[in-house]
Each structure stands twice: as C-alpha cells, then as structure tokens.
C-alpha cells in the first residue's frame, strides 16, 4: 500500500481535525472538569476518558501544565506530534493548542494565574483562552499595541 504524501502544514492539519471536531453533527464528549482556587491561582483538572480525541482552546498566557495520569497524543503547531505519559509538567507558550488522543485514561491539569482572586468561571476563561486563531492574533496584537517604551 503506498501512502498519499499530503503537503499540508500542521496548521492546516489541525484547522481540519478542529473543523471536524465542531462540526454540529459530531457527537461530543462531555469532560469532567475540577476547579481549584489559591491565593493568585486557578487551577483546571480535566478527565479524559480512553479513547477520546479532544481539541483544546488556544492559551493566551504562558502557563503550567501537569499530566497527573495516563498517555495522550498530542499534536501542537509547535512540537507536531508527541506522545506525553505521567508524570510530566510542561510549560505552554502563549498561542499553543493542542489536539489529543488519549491512549488511556488521562488526567490533565493546568494552572493559571489569577491575581484578583476570582471565582467566575467565564471571566477566568475570558483572560485566559479562546477558541479562534484570529481573536488570538487580534488580543495579542492589542497587547503589543498597549505596551508603551
């Protein structure tokens, strides 16, 4: 059997599985996610059951990340494909996304800051991801707009 050689980018690669993956007609899994709360800190631990493919919503902060249990695949515009297996922390990049493949049962942690000390889920989420490449683009150009030498 030979191969069909695909001159995609990784990025064109990922918009096409993300594509998939929000497609109304998929049929979607509902995660289950723990929130926890420190003195400047959030915390988000999601369970990934075996099996499921998962994409991620792009960071805008540099953070940590903690693979408390399991083995997932994962494919990053950065990195390209990995397989990660606990333990093992990890620090995003802002602008990382990632698609996953969890080989086995997988428990996934991030860490965020949090300064005022909030407890609203949709404003913590607001500040610290979004969905869209270019709102990603768009905020990071803001940022770089509002930075004064």
Excluded at 19 to 34: H, Q, R, V
Excluded at 51 to 65: E, P, S, V
Excluded at 117 to 134: F, H, P, Q, S, W
């Amino acid at each position: 059997m030979k191969l069909k050689k695909n001159k995609k980018t990784i990025n064109e690669g990922m918009e096409e599985i993300k594509n998939f993956l929000m497609d109304p007609t998929t049929e979607g899994a509902d995660l289950p996610i723990k929130h926890s709360f420190a003195p400047g800190i959030y915390a988000r631990e999601m369970t990934i059951p075996e099996g499921t493919l998962l994409l991620g919503k792009i960071h805008k902060h540099r953070h940590h990340n903690f693979l408390m249990k399991g083995s997932i695949i994962v494919l990053t515009e950065s990195k390209g494909v990995e397989l990660l297996q606990a333990p093992l922390m990890i620090v995003s990049e802002p602008g990382t996304q990632r698609i996953g493949y969890a080989v086995t049962d997988t428990i996934w942690t991030t860490v965020h800051e949090n300064s005022d000390n909030t407890e609203d889920l949709a404003v913590i989420e607001k500040r610290t991801v979004t969905d869209d490449k270019k709102k990603y683009i768009e905020y990071k150009n803001n940022l770089i707009k509002n930075i004064t030498i």
